[in-house]
């Protein structure tokens, strides 16, 4: 059974900052990995699909990187903004494409 | 706008009764799921088709949750006799084979 796990909960960076977000998980047979954005009561935005094949997908200031071999996803976001203050959760498929999301990373950029 | 779209997105009841959401998924998309969350957690699984066809459910999936898909278009969640623990915000999601899922903006359920 596929389990995500992303740790810190919570990061508070002062703006224009560069930061990682990590994301581990336990079953490396997987196709591809999914991170999205989702603002307080709002549903998820998708923000780049990263697929096995791949080490590396960007977009703007965003980058995400998929290592399997050792579990892992990290999530870059360049010269961080407050608008960039949301949840970010890192998602892998199963069966049938369903996905297996972490807990997510509450990420607060202070102007 | 053609993203996918979920009625209502907010709904209040009272413990006992039924209740019904709707999501559209993107038309030429011919996988569908419903996600469950809740405050502090991240989305958990609970149903998905594939066209028309239900293929797979979770075993939060309780008796009182059903799900359609007639005619692989829309879908309905449908939960009888609502209790406090089935608040949330249920979330519908749509995509391809081995592509992006695309995430409505959710339904969020109070039971009072």
């Known amino acids: 059974k596929q389990e995500v796990t992303q740790i810190p909960a919570a990061l508070s960076v002062p703006e224009g900052e560069n930061l990682v977000l990590n994301c581990s998980f336990t079953?490396?047979?997987?196709?591809?990995l999914q991170w999205f954005r989702q603002d307080p009561g709002k549903g998820l935005t998708s923000l780049l699909l990263?697929?096995?094949?791949?080490r590396e997908q960007t977009s703007g200031r965003l980058n995400a990187s998929l290592d399997k071999s050792s579990g892992r996803s990290t999530l870059y976001i360049a010269a961080s903004q407050p608008g960039d203050s949301a949840t970010y959760l890192c998602?892998?498929?199963?069966?049938?494409?369903?996905?297996?999301f972490g807990k997510g990373i509450t990420l607060s950029v202070r102007p | 706008d053609t993203g996918v779209s979920q009625d209502p997105r907010h709904k209040i009841t009272k413990r006992g009764q039924n209740v019904t959401f709707r999501c559209d998924p993107i038309?030429?998309?011919?996988?569908l799921y419903w996600y469950r969350q809740t405050l502090g957690q991240g989305p958990e699984f609970l149903t998905y088709?594939?066209?028309?066809?239900?293929?797979?459910k979770s075993r939060l999936l309780s008796d009182r949750f059903s799900a359609e898909r007639p005619k692989g278009s829309f879908s309905t969640l449908e939960i009888q006799r609502t209790e406090q623990g089935d608040s949330a915000m249920y979330l519908c999601?749509?995509?391809?084979?081995?592509?992006?899922?695309?995430f409505g903006s959710g339904t969020q359920l109070s039971v009072l």
């Open positions: 999601a749509s995509g391809r084979n081995n592509e992006k899922l695309f």
């Open positions: 079953d490396s047979a997987i196709y591809n």
């Open positions: 990263i697929q096995s094949s791949q």
């Open positions: 998602a892998a498929p199963g069966a049938n494409s369903k996905l297996t």
């Open positions: 038309s030429e998309h011919n996988r």
């Open positions: 088709f594939q066209n028309e066809a239900q293929l797979e």
